[in-house]
């Protein structure tokens, strides 16, 4: 399995029960990062998070990676997270001689990669990677898609996903506990990376016209990234109706979540995002962008609001709507929360699944 995401060891316990699973059914290794420096072991072969150029390096070294632990490991398949990893494990293959099957996950739009993430400078890397990643995908033995936006996504690359379920996330801590009431006064919460895609500076100038219609209503941010800058701003213009973390622990998030009348996402991009199921698990409404996976989770009218990202005045009326109207806001987190129901399954479901794609992409390969 190779990957960009980072890894901490020990895993977490969610984590530990997803490998798990996985090892009940296949000899596993992963190829990926380290989150805080752990060093590799019999499963994770993890590269250090370097000061500059973090991601060039790693794209950089990753055909090698592959080709050694092709040669040490001697898979049957090799899965990716992207595309990307895909072009990586297409040379190391190469280069290992090796003729293990390729399955490519499909998570979201490859063209986002280069112009809503990370630094600005990959931006000039668009014309190549809109080239290359469908490139990359026709050229896989199976591909894995997680929703019907990302099929739609492969069928445009011209290729026929072998599989469609979402990765195992696991959501026990959001519903381990009973759906809480909506606390008193009307509270909105975002959780995210401070990225472009995310449409942090959207986000911030509807806020501004929430907090004019809407008294003593507030938002909770949570996340880090590029645009910090933002949300700095956003704190020092309006002290008492912000409130910012980077980061919060799960138990956090639950908490936060129970604190709010609904979760503010209003993306450029997305795949299946892991804080929407959370969201929905806790039994809140979401005001989310009409883009990528999102509609393929909220219902429109039921679950929550689907926004243009880029009409800040349609993303401020639709999170007003809510939050001066908690009957409304109550029977939509209620529909949310029968909704999420059809997200949740075992690690190891997820890893039966995975394991009958091995063998399908082994049989075509």
């Not at 997820?350 to 794609?357: G, K, S």
Request: charged share 25%; proline share 7%; hydrophobic share 45%.
């Amino acid at each position: 399995m190779v990957g960009r995401t980072r890894y901490a060891l020990p895993l977490s316990e969610s984590l530990q029960r997803k490998f798990d699973a996985l090892r009940g059914a296949l000899d596993v290794r992963v190829v990926a990062s380290s989150a805080d420096g752990s060093r590799s072991d019999e499963t994770f072969s993890l590269w250090p998070r370097l000061p500059a150029l973090d991601g060039a390096t790693f794209y950089g070294a990753l055909p090698f990676r592959v080709a050694r632990e092709l040669r040490r490991f001697r898979p049957d398949a090799v899965t990716t997270q992207s595309p990307f990893e895909a072009l990586a494990v297409l040379a190391g293959r190469g280069l290992a001689r090796s003729s293990a099957a390729l399955i490519v996950e499909l998570h979201g739009d490859w063209r986002t990669f280069s112009r809503l993430y990370g630094s600005p400078l990959r931006r000039a890397l668009s014309p190549v990677t809109d080239r290359l990643a469908p490139w990359a995908l026709r050229r896989a033995d199976a591909v894995r898609t997680l929703s019907p936006y990302t099929t739609g996504l492969a069928r445009e690359a011209g290729v026929e996903p072998a599989a469609a379920f979402v990765a195992f996330t696991d959501l026990e801590a959001f519903t381990e506990r009973p759906r809480a009431q909506l606390p008193a006064e009307p509270t909105a919460l975002f959780v995210g990376v401070l990225e472009p895609y995310k449409n942090v500076e959207n986000l911030a100038a509807a806020w501004r016209l929430i907090a004019e219609r809407v008294p003593g209503v507030s938002l909770r941010l949570v996340g880090d990234g590029h645009r910090r800058d933002v949300v700095e701003g956003l704190l020092a213009e309006l002290p008492d109706r912000v409130t910012w973390a980077p980061r919060e622990p799960v138990d956090a998030i639950v908490r936060a979540l129970d604190d709010a009348w609904l979760l503010l996402l209003p993306s450029r991009a997305e795949g299946t995002p892991r804080i929407v199921l959370e969201a929905m698990c806790r039994g809140r409404a979401v005001v989310g962008g009409r883009v990528g996976g999102i509609p393929d989770v909220v219902e429109d009218g039921v679950s929550g609001i689907l926004v243009d990202p880029d009409d800040v005045e349609g993303i401020a009326a639709a999170a007003t709507t809510l939050l001066t109207a908690r009957a409304e806001a109550e029977r939509m987190g209620g529909a949310a929360r029968e909704r999420a129901n059809a997200f949740l399954f075992t690690p190891e479901e997820f890893a039966e699944r995975t394991a009958a794609l091995v063998e399908q992409a082994v049989r075509a390969r």
